[in-house]
């Protein structure tokens, strides 16, 4: 019960918020909000750093974080480069990506978080879970000089990251596919600072991309992301600005930051338990087309922050209370993300002369203007049914269960935007 007595020397809090990040701030400030005793702890001495992820977003990331004050610039096109260079362009009248500042995204949104009444703590680690005495859930944590920290909270939520030390303690089995990535920063870059390139081939993004990223300052982020073959990613990386190199005709300079990270692609089982809710990375909530998850992870810390309130509300942080969760969630955007699934296993099996296909067959026509009309970051594959069912030529290259995928999907709401082994 909510008014059980705390273990002895434990700090009693309603939720103890494991992750700094979007996830894990974006759950913290509503439920603040409505003056419970809110702790968020991150590992890390800066909210922000170091940064995540390449930070190109849709709209809809903007109007959930409540500002645009974080963004360097839109992006208005796209061009996809098959293994031989063949590439297609697009460009629309209007922004249809905007690329952030990553770190001013997350401190705007620990701000939000602070000001709504949460604590944040920097450097302060998760390390294990005690258990579950008098109602609340005991985790131990240790602060920035190394002092053992307990706190005893009603309700944990893990959004802690692609290695979430949450996700085990409470044992939530996560058996999805982490993807290696590795991002540089270049101060200046040739290209098109209005458009994003996304490169595909096997030799350098098995499973995935590489992306060119323009700034917003002269310069651009360029990175991959790839199988967990054993190869290490900044080997793919380094093979990635080869074709870089060769796409522009000269190497990419100086780069001034690196970031290395893990994407994990697929389904868990459970988003809850008791006493825990997971959120972001550390609940896989990240788009298996394109790895990115700063749409989902925010519109999850949505849906868990109001399911969270009513469990607390009602004194009752059961699995079974705390499924609503995981219902809404797969409600939303499950449909989403199991054709992206399904998607993406086709797309990985395909040897580099198909893809090179692939994209001369996006280039045939008028799919340009179908890829304008319907292309959507958070949800790609309403753009990749109408493809397919614009293309004749384009489901002749996939395998033929394509036909079906399109003929049955079914319309699922999609939130509008504002103005087997693989070949070798």
Not at 93 to 102: K, S, T
Not at 126 to 152: I, M, S
Not at 332 to 355: C, K, N, Q
């Amino acid at each position: 019960m909510s008014d059980a007595p705390v273990p002895a020397g434990a700090e009693a809090w309603d939720v103890l918020v494991v992750g700094a990040g979007p996830a894990g701030t974006a759950v913290a400030r509503p439920l603040a909000e409505r003056g419970l005793r809110v702790l968020v702890v991150e590992e890390h001495a800066r909210v922000g750093r170091p940064v995540q992820c390449a930070g190109l977003v849709s709209r809809r990331v903007l109007e959930l974080a409540g500002s645009t004050e974080m963004v360097v610039r839109p992006v208005r096109g796209a061009s996809v480069f098959g293994p031989s260079l063949r590439s297609i362009s697009f460009r629309a009248d209007e922004p249809r990506a905007y690329v952030l500042d990553r770190a001013a995204l997350d401190v705007h949104l620990a701000d939000r978080a602070a000001r709504s009444g949460a604590e944040i703590r920097t450097g302060v680690r998760f390390d294990r879970l005690r258990g579950a005495p008098n109602g609340r859930a005991v985790a131990e944590l240790t602060g920035p000089d190394g002092e053992r920290q307990t706190v005893a909270a009603r309700l944990v939520v893990g959004a802690d990251g692609v290695s979430s030390a949450v996700a085990r303690a409470f044992r939530l089995r996560r058996p999805v596919e982490i993807l290696p990535a590795f991002e540089a920063e270049y101060p200046t870059s040739p290209g098109d600072p209005d458009t994003v390139e996304v490169y595909l081939g096997r030799a350098f993004a098995p499973g995935l991309f590489g992306w060119w990223i323009p700034d917003g300052r002269g310069g651009a982020r360029v990175g991959v992301a790839a199988d967990a073959d054993g190869t290490p990613a900044r080997t793919y990386f380094l093979r990635l600005l080869a074709q870089i190199a060769k796409r522009f005709g000269r190497p990419l300079e100086n780069p001034t930051a690196y970031v290395a990270s893990g994407i994990p692609i697929g389904e868990i089982p459970r988003l809850h338990g008791d006493r825990v809710l997971l959120v972001g990375d550390a609940a896989a909530q990240v788009k298996p087309l394109s790895g990115g998850g700063i749409y989902t992870a925010l519109r999850a810390a949505e849906l868990a922050s109001s399911v969270a309130a009513e469990a607390l509300a009602a004194d009752d942080l059961s699995t079974r209370r705390l499924a609503r969760y995981s219902e809404r969630w797969r409600a939303e955007l499950g449909e989403e993300f199991r054709r992206a699934l399904y998607l993406r296993r086709v797309l990985t099996r395909l040897s580099d002369a198909e893809l090179d296909a692939v994209v001369d067959a996006l280039g045939a026509g008028s799919l340009a203007g179908t890829i304008v009309a319907f292309g959507d970051i958070d949800f790609p594959t309403r753009v990749a049914r109408e493809l397919l069912g614009a293309s004749p030529s384009l489901v002749r290259l996939l395998p033929k269960a394509l036909g079906a995928w399109v003929s049955s999907a079914p319309s699922y709401p999609v939130p509008e935007l504002d103005p087997g082994d693989r070949r070798k």
